[in-house]
C-alpha cells in the first residue's frame, strides 16, 4: 500500500523488496522531542523497508535499546528536554560500541560545535536539518553497510577457517558466559592420534580434509555444544551438561569414529581420538566468583586427562 498512487519506479520495488527479504527487521531508533520530525523520519524510513521505533526524550531512548537489543542505528536529535543528544550519546557508548550501534546526530545545519561534538561523544555520523530524503537514505545506508562489514569481520576473526568451528580467540572470550547460567559444565579436550602418520601417509591436503570431516562429525554429535578448533588437531567440547551424561556421549563419538572409515579422495582413512574429562560445578553455597583463572584451571585439568589417555594407549577417555 506504500505505493499505491506513488511513482516509484518498477526498480526501485524490486530493490526494496529484494531488501526486505534478505533482512526483514533492521530496527531503527527515532529520538526527537518534536512529534512531527518524528513522524516525517519514520514515514522516510519506513517506506525504505526499516522498522522505526520512535522515542521523544533521551531516557525513553537508553530503555528502549537496553529492552530491544537488535536495535542497529539511532538518529538523535540534539535540542531535547532533559537528557541532551550528546548526553544520550555519550551515555550508550559506554554501553555499546560504534561497531554494535551507529548514531547519526541530527541539527540545525550550521552550526558546526553541535556537529563536532556529537562526533566526539561517539556518533558515527552527523545530518544536519534540513536535510533532502536522498541524504537521510545516503547516510543510513552507509552506516548499516559498515556494521555489516564490522559483523563480517568479528565473524571471520572467530572462525577456524578450515573446519569452521570456533577458533581459540572465540573460545577464551566468551566461554566464560557459559558458566553464568549456574549449571554444571563439562569440558573435554580431544586430540587426534597419530595425526601425523596421516599426514605423512596421505598427504597434508588429505590430512586437512580428515580435520574438516571430524569436526562434521562433532557437529553432528553436539550441535548444542560450544566446539573449538583449539590449535592443529587438538578440539575442545564445552557442554552445559552433567558429567555422566557428556561423558555417555563422547563414549560413542569415540567408539563411532575408531569404527568408521572417513572416504577421501578414494582414500579410507582410518582415525582415533583421545580425550581428557573435566567437570564444573557451581557452588551452590557460597558466591563463588567466576574468573578467567576458573576457565584456565578447568582447561588444565582436561589438558592433564587428555594426557593421561595418550600415556595409556590413546584412542580412551581419562577424567
Ligand atoms: P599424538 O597421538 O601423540 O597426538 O600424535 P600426533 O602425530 O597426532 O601428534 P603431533 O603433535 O606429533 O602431530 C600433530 C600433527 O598435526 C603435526 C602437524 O603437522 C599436524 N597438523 C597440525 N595442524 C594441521 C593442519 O591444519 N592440517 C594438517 N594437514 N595437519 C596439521
Ligand atoms: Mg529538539
Ligand atoms: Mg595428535
Ligand atoms: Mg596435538
Known amino acids: 500500500y506504500v505505493f499505491k498512487g506513488s511513482s516509484a519506479s518498477l526498480d526501485y520495488i524490486v530493490s526494496l523488496l529484494t531488501r526486505l527479504q534478505k533482512n ?25 523497508g526499516y522498522q522505526v521505533l520512535v522515542a521523544h526524550d533521551g531516557e525513553q531512548a537508553l530503555r528502549l535499546l537496553a529492552e530491544q537489543g537488535d536495535i542497529r542505528l539511532m538518529l538523535i ?8 543528544g550528546h548526553q ?14 551507529a548514531i ?11 556537529s563536532a561534538q556529537f562526533i566526539k561523544q561517539g556518533a558515527n555520523d552527523f545530518i544536519g536539518k534540513p536535510f533532502s530524503a536522498e541524504e537521510l537514505y545516503c547516510r543510513v545506508a552507509q552506516n548499516l553497510k559498515i556494521l555489516e562489514q564490522m559483523d563480517s569481520i568479528r565473524q571471520a576473526s572467530y572462525q577456524d577457517f578450515l573446519t569452521g568451528l570456533y577458533n581459540r580467540r572465540y573460545f577464551f572470550e566468551h566461554a566464560l558466559s557459559w558458566f553464568e547460567y549456574k549449571t554444571p559444565l563439562t569440558l573435554a579436550m580431544l586430540d587426534i592420534d597419530y595425526f601425523k602418520h596421516i ?21 553432528e554429535m553436539f550441535p548444542h555444544a560450544l566446539l573449538t578448533r583449539m590449535g592443529g588437531e ?29 572416504l577421501i579422495e578414494q582414500e579410507r582413512v582410518k582415525i582415533t581420538t583421545s580425550i581428557g574429562l573435566a567437570q564444573w560445578q557451581p557452588s551452590i553455597h557460597s558466591n563463588e566468583q567466576v574468573t578467567q583463572d576458573t576457565l584456565e584451571k578447568l582447561l588444565h585439568l582436561a589438558d592433564q586427562y587428555l594426557y593421561q589417555a595418550k600415556a595409556r594407549g590413546r584412542n580412551c577417555i581419562c577424567y
Open 88 to 101: 544520550v550519546v555519550s551515555r550508550v557508548r559506554r554501553q555499546l560500541g560504534s561497531d554494535r550501534l
Open 24 to 48: 526483514p527487521t533492521t530496527k531503527l531508533l527515532v529520538v526527537d522531542d518534536s512529534k512531527v520530525a518524528c513522524d516525517y523520519l519514520r514515514h522516510l524510513l519506513q517506506i525504505q
Open 199 to 219: 599426514n605423512d601417509s596421505y598427504g597434508h591436503h588429505v590430512g586437512d580434509q580428515v580435520l574438516k570431516a571430524f569436526s562434521q562429525l562433532m557437529k
Open 234 to 262: 587438538e578440539f575442545c567440547i564445552l557442554l552445559p551438561e552433567p558429567f555422566v551424561k557428556t561423558y555417555r556421549h563422547l563414549e560413542n563419538f569415540r567408539i563411532g569414529l575408531a569404527r568408521q572409515e572417513i
Open 77 to 84: 536529535d540534539y535540542a531535547m528536554p532533559g537528557l541532551s
Open 104 to 114: 547519526i546526530g541530527v541539527s540545525a545545519l550550521g552550526n558546526h560545535r553541535l
